[in-house]
């Protein structure tokens, strides 16, 4: 059995290596929308393959072995082709609105990236079919290999960068192989692997990640006199350090400023926001003709935070002022490692942590706290990070930025501008919220916006504004060419006077938001976001549908512009592909089986745990993000809780035969008395903890997902013992309609906490579980 | 139905004229551009020889398309929207920063005798120079080097378009504005511009107007 569950526990490793790996990979290579795919696209693989398995169960039987070691083979080859098919066949997403030959290159990746789940998904159900008796062990063996693959990846990636790790997958595949059977045949059929692999050691440059021509690194680097000087990995992320003269990068500088700006390095995340490093320490003219240097001006020898400076600009304009202490806190490790080697002094400043991890442990007060403006502009229509939680831009965030003031201390936020308004515009309502939270009974008068022609700053100070601020505000935007938007008591005229729109856009949806009035007419969704739904750039209303359908693939952005319109159609097109591959052989192969006794109830049952399951899962990876403080942590952090805890869970039922109903009775209600602890108190635990360095944090929530993946773990293999007994016919269908309720409910997860919040996919997640034990319990017999 | 909508099909050059002709009446006509001069330089230029070959099918729909490199030619309405916001005479002189396939500079061809260009990228510079030739173009003058820096050779300029959008205005090009000079700048990377910014150079003073659509803002402050 050990040589049985042995390679098992590698190929599942290898399996999960290769999905969470890709995550990656699209984050650099393409835009977010991509690495979403690929928990739907795993769970499909191994949703056909057990339906193909539960069809023809006997079909590896014979010489299983030798079966498993080919199936292993297979995988190896079919993991190192599908990077390199991503990355040389040549999708272009930004045309596939209306260039059929795009449709073909998706179905192409699609395929080489579900392959591989496909034959991992093969060799587990061949196993669990070839030994029912020691299903526990195998399976226990596939979730911790799983669980174990997610922390490979975390420690891998800044060894074997991108495509290292799909070498080693492939190795540890062909390990698998040679461990299910040691024979030159399977050395054979991985062939073409070993070629791969020898070409990677022999030139790597072959493997090398292909970006996007359209992304900010693909772009800098045609120009000419560019070079790169240095690229780094972490865990996190893929930094490129790049010298160009064409590199001028200056957001909120005044037309008013007549010279050239500074020689400037430039350094890009995972390919994309460009962000500038100041070559020299900054002249005062330069600096004193920002936007951002407004706070300055009104407090004389601050103490200063400024938060998330990136390349370093703001913390160069700050350093031109006088200054009581500067604090800077850089939550990407490898920015901070970059840039440090650039200005002598800047480890005495930098903290490198998520801003909301160091003001849990720093209990200092701030003059100014400043959040700079670190990402590219991005069309609104894009929806290119509509998908992504940001924890920064939240009502708790700004709750606790406001709290680390000092008496009178302001807080500067700066963001880009748009048309219809949308970026700013957020920030105002998140401001308005946070300062009603807070306490403050009328936050229009603590709250100040300006802007240039293309970025805006919303002011947010501890004590109301004065006259003598506002008088000084005036001046200063007066001298820049600035242009106000909004205090207490503005007036029409005063507004929209030096980059004139064509209506005073901002000052009107300001004098809404600061009103609190309702913003339905409002073209976008700026309305205010919280630790509860933390899509700061998701401004999607159902409303834009038509305008956005009428302008498909006539702009230039990923999907033709579809922005949130793409989530739904991965919904759909995975609903599709689940129903043809995995119900469809169901439906034609084993159709008989649907006249057998409770048929129904059992289908319910396995369809609400496997959206249950899901549903946690995928909330849980997005809640965890503002504990963990980066989305691959966790993602591998909870994946190898739930997978590792579910198997025990899984395990630990071996020995209740003929008490399944009776188990479940119990264990459905303590999952969902687990559910309902979440909905109440995780957020408030998260606070608790989260000035806690990252490996406490990491411990603690591994111990907090502990029992529930425990639970987790036990309705599946309790059903199909019950209809192992009651109709072991309907088995295949069990297996089928449960691997399509993970495909979709992946997707399903995501829009229902864009749309609704996180809250309600707990809730959901509960009200389904309940669903399922009920339909159970209904079951008469056994 | 040829050169707007979903155009899966693809289409032989000699078949092209219908499309062209429909771009000018459909997609730039009927949004509100009436320039005569414009319509007639948009009617004139082969759009089909400035794009990719494999896209030449879709050289006259309503929609940027890849040139390579990265790079767009931009939708056959914005290039008109930003060359009538030039409001160019004939004699005068005009700057475009961002030369790209060379599409835009060809349209401003037709209209002023005094065209300058400016590409960052080399291969796009050098193909659009001998394109531009090869179409007749000749005076057009592209120089490949960074477009933040204008092109002081030939400056002063009465209008200055550029194609790529900067988080701020450079200032050469401003410098290079001769008195009572346009120019027409984005926000917003390009193909996908948000809004367009027209830029008026009255002695010391700037005015910065912005411009949703073709609508114009009947008053404008001093900077």
Request: hydrophobic letters at 50%.
């Amino acid at each position: 059995m050990f040589l049985l569950c042995l390679p098992i526990f590698i190929i599942s490793a290898a399996s999960l290596i290769f999905e969470i790996g890709f995550t990656r990979i699209f984050s650099i290579k393409e835009w977010y929308h991509f690495a979403f795919m690929m928990a739907s696209v795993a769970m499909l693989g191994f949703g056909v393959a057990g339906s193909i398995l539960s069809i023809f169960p006997g079909i590896f039987k014979k010489n299983l072995f030798r079966n498993l070691a080919i199936l292993s083979s297979l995988f190896s080859v079919a993991s190192i082709a599908a990077y390199l098919i991503i990355n040389y066949v040549p999708f272009d997403s930004y045309v596939m609105a209306w260039d059929r030959s795009q449709i073909l290159y998706l179905f192409v990746h699609y395929l080489a990236l579900t392959l591989p789940f496909f034959f991992t998904g093969l060799i587990v159900s061949a196993a669990i079919a070839s030994y029912p008796e020691e299903v526990g062990k195998i399976y226990f063996s596939s979730l911790t290999g799983s669980g174990v693959g997610c922390l490979i990846v975390v420690l891998a990636l800044p060894l074997l960068r991108g495509s290292g790790l799909f070498i080693l997958t492939a190795i540890l595949a062909l390990g698998a192989a040679l461990l299910f059977k040691f024979k030159i045949k399977t050395l054979l059929i991985s062939l073409p692997a070993i070629i791969l692999m020898a070409i990677y050691l022999w030139n790597p440059v072959v493997f090398d990640i292909r970006p996007s021509p359209y992304k900010d690194l693909s772009q800098i680097l045609r120009y000419p006199q560019t070079r790169k000087l240095a690229e780094v990995w972490d865990a996190t992320s893929k930094i490129d350090l790049i010298e160009s003269s064409a590199i001028k990068r200056a957001p909120g500088l005044s037309l008013a400023y007549k010279k050239l700006p500074p020689e400037q390095l430039g350094i890009t995340i995972d390919g994309g926001n460009l962000s500038p490093i100041p070559k020299h320490p900054m002249e005062k003219e330069f600096a004193e003709s920002f936007l951002q240097i407004l706070p300055f001006k009104l407090k004389g020898n601050p103490s200063v935070l400024i938060v998330e400076p990136r390349g370093g600009l703001d913390v160069l304009l700050a350093r031109t002022q006088k200054l009581k202490s500067l604090a800077v806190v850089e939550s990407n490790p490898l920015v901070a490692e970059v840039v440090k080697d650039r200005y002598p002094d800047y480890t005495k400043v930098v903290s490198v942590s998520g801003v909301r991890n160091y003001l849990s442990r720093k209990k200092e007060s701030y003059d100014i706290v400043h959040l700079s403006l670190s990402d590219s502009f991005k069309p609104i229509t894009a929806g290119t990070y509509s998908l992504s939680e940001n924890y920064l831009y939240t009502e708790e965030s700004f709750e606790a930025l406001f709290k680390a003031l000092s008496e009178d201390g302001i807080l500067n936020v700066q963001r880009w501008l748009q048309l219809p308004p949308a970026e700013l515009p957020r920030v105002g309502s998140i401001a308005f919220k946070a300062l009603q939270k807070s306490g403050i009974a009328k936050p229009s008068a603590h709250i100040v916006v300006i802007r240039s022609w293309s970025v805006g700053s919303v002011l947010i100070k501890k004590t109301p504004w004065t006259s003598p601020d506002i008088a000084l505000i005036k001046e200063f935007c007066s001298k820049r060419s600035f242009d106000l938007v909004y205090y207490d008591g503005v007036k029409r005229e005063e507004v929209n006077l030096f980059s004139v729109l064509p209506e005073p856009y901002y000052y009107n949806i300001f004098s809404k938001i600061m009103k609190g009035e309702d913003l339905k007419d409002s073209a976008y969704d700026i309305s205010s976001v919280s630790d509860n739904k933390p899509f700061y750039f998701h401004f999607f209303k159902w409303k834009n549908l038509p305008s956005i359908l009428k302008n498909w693939g006539r702009t230039w952005q990923p999907f033709g512009g579809g922005g949130y319109i793409v989530l739904v159609l991965l919904l759909i097109i995975a609903t599709l592909i689940s129903v043809i591959f995995i119900l469809g052989p169901l439906y034609f192969l084993r159709r008989k089986q649907l006249n057998l006794p409770h048929k129904w109830r059992f289908l319910i049952y396995f369809f609400a745990i496997g959206l249950g399951y899901l549903f946690i899962e995928i909330l849980l990876m997005q809640k965890f993000i503002l504990f963990l403080g980066y989305p691959i942590y966790a993602l591998s952090i909870v994946l190898f809780s739930i997978l590792l805890f579910s198997g025990l869970g899984s395990l630990s039922m071996g020995g209740y035969r003929g008490e399944e109903k009776r188990i479940l009775s119990k264990v459905i209600p303590i999952l969902i008395i687990f559910l309902l602890i979440y909905l109440l108190f995780l957020d408030k635990f998260f606070y608790a903890l989260l000035g806690h360095g990252l490996l406490i944090r990491i411990m603690f929530s591994i111990l907090v997902l502990l029992p529930l993946g425990f639970v987790m773990g036990i309705p599946f293999p309790l059903g199909i013992r019950v209809v192992n007994k009651l109709s072991p016919e309907l088995i295949p269908w069990a297996w089928g309609v449960n691997g399509f309720a993970s495909v979709i409910s992946s997707i399903l997860a995501v829009m229902i906490a864009i749309s609704f919040g996180f809250s309600y996919v707990l809730i959901l997640a509960g009200v389904v579980y309940l669903v399922g034990l009920l339909v159970m319990l209904s079951i008469r017999g056994s | 139905m040829i050169a707007t909508g979903i155009s899966w099909g693809m289409g032989e050059k000699s078949n092209l004229a219908p499309a062209h002709q429909e771009m000018v009446e459909i997609q730039i006509k009927r949004r509100g551009i009436t320039d005569k001069k414009v319509l007639q330089a948009m009617s004139k230029v082969p759009r089909h020889e400035f794009v990719l070959p494999h896209y030449t099918w879709a050289a006259y729909a309503d929609r940027p398309l890849p040139i390579g490199e990265g790079q767009t030619i931009s939708q056959p309405y914005i290039v008109a929207l930003m060359t009538g916001l030039l409001d160019l005479k004939s004699g005068q002189k005009v700057l475009e920063i961002g030369t790209g396939s060379g599409y835009q500079a060809a349209i401003l061809g037709e209209l002023v005798k005094d065209v300058y260009t400016v590409e960052i990228i080399e291969k796009l510079g050098k193909a659009a120079r001998a394109r531009l030739e090869r179409l007749g173009y000749k005076d057009i003058k592209v120089k490949i080097a960074d477009g933040y820096y204008g092109w002081e050779e030939y400056a002063p300029f009465d209008a200055i378009i550029v194609t790529a959008a900067p988080d701020h205005i450079p200032r050469p090009l401003i410098n290079q504005l001769k008195e009572g000079g346009r120019l027409i700048i984005p926000v917003g990377p390009p193909g996908s511009y948000q809004t367009l910014w027209r830029i008026k150079k009255k002695g010391e003073k700037i005015f910065m107007q912005n411009v949703s659509g073709v609508r114009f803002v009947p008053f404008l402050r001093k900077l």
